[in-house]
């Protein structure tokens, strides 16, 4: 089955401990993305990756870090994370980055900081 | 710069129709429509490019203004399956990956 999976799905962690949350797709696709969401301000980008080994800051990427070393793989890494980094995260790929192809997302993976 | 979504929230019954406004104050190279229903993911809807022509399925569909710098979704004779969160996504200049998204709009649909 052609899907973008995220782990783990719920997470609760403490400041300061470092934790990373893995993405990963089936489907082939170049590219791949990472975005929070939080209650009245819609899905924020952190990081987007065009294709393996280059990646890109989004809209949101303090405290953020990814790595793209093989196409399915995305995982963002959360060095030290703090109580303002507790979110809804999506994982999304797509064949390409243009206006004539769909993004898919992954499940979500809730995270709480305290 | 987030783009503006309006309205917040509407309201709908069966069978009525619906208009959601994306609007930037930059120039938009391209918007993305995505659909989310409550505790779930974002699901695409469409993609307009600048310059390109208004797109849509039998019910739903959106156009692109160039001049203003916005999107509209129009979704017509709504069905309740048409409830959850609509979000715009904005590529700016050809940024190529880099998308900013809308606040969301939250649409009921009630029987």
């Known amino acids: 089955e052609a899907q973008v999976t995220q782990n783990p799905r719920y997470l609760i962690t403490v400041t300061g401990k470092k934790l990373t949350v893995t993405c990963s797709q089936n489907m082939n696709h170049e590219y791949m993305s990472w975005y929070r969401q939080d209650p009245g301000l819609g899905l924020r980008q952190i990081y987007y990756s065009m294709n393996v080994e280059v990646t890109d800051k989004g809209d949101v990427p303090e405290g953020y870090k990814v790595s793209r070393k093989e196409k399915r793989n995305f995982p963002l890494i959360l060095e030290s994370p703090s109580p303002n980094q507790t979110s809804l995260y999506f994982c999304?790929?797509?064949?390409?980055?243009?206006?004539?192809?769909?993004?898919?997302f992954g499940p979500g993976t809730r995270l709480l900081v305290l | 710069q987030q783009p503006v979504q309006s309205p917040q929230a509407v309201i709908l019954r069966e069978g009525e129709d619906a208009v959601i406004n994306c609007s930037s104050s930059k120039a938009l190279y391209s918007v993305h429509w995505y659909r989310q229903k409550h505790g779930e993911a974002p699901v695409f809807l469409m993609i307009?490019?600048?310059?390109?022509e208004q797109k849509g399925h039998e019910k739903i569909s959106a156009s692109f203004n160039e001049k203003k710098q916005q999107s509209s979704l129009y979704l017509t004779a709504s069905q309740l399956s048409y409830s959850g969160t609509y979000f715009c996504g904005t590529e700016y200049d050809n940024q190529g990956g880099k998308l900013i998204f809308g606040q969301g709009t939250e649409l009921s649909v009630k029987p």
């Open positions: 999304a790929s797509s064949p390409y980055f243009g206006w004539w192809e769909t993004q898919y």
């Open positions: 307009l490019l600048k310059g390109g």
